[in-house]
């Protein structure tokens, strides 16, 4: 009996690595639909429920923080894992990430595995 694939939505504006994340989950057997922009993808999630989040950070239009909390607003979402990835070292930002619910933070650059094993978990 095949199992179904984990539904991932992720949020990257940047291309190049979005297609990167992108070829690496659709290769560890992951569904995956990728945005460029929080706002496109809030269209998509008032639609959709993935098994998990994947967003990052600092992008324009709306930012992971902003799309986390307008997710967070629909109590339907309140069981999605939501990973934050980004290049903000700032301790403070990441504590107040995590203080407001998300449920993992990644570190850019990322080792491939960590990813994959957070998504896991």
Known sequence: MKTQKKKIVLIEDDVA?????????????????WFEDGK?????????????I???L????????ELFLNIRKNRKYNTVPF????????DEVK????????NDYIMKPFK???LIFKINN
């Open 112 to 114: 491939v595995k960590e």
């Open 17 to 33: 690595l979005g297609n990167s994340i992108l070829e690496i989950l659709t290769l560890s057997d992951f569904d995956v639909t």
């Open 95 to 102: 504590l107040r990430q995590l203080e407001e619910g998300v």
């Open 83 to 90: 990973i934050i990835i980004t290049a903000n070292m700032d």
């Open 58 to 65: 600092m992008m324009p239009n709306m930012n992971g923080g």
């Open 40 to 52: 496109n993808a809030l269209q998509y999630l008032y639609k959709n429920i993935p098994d998990i």
């Open 54 to 56: 994947i967003s990052d």
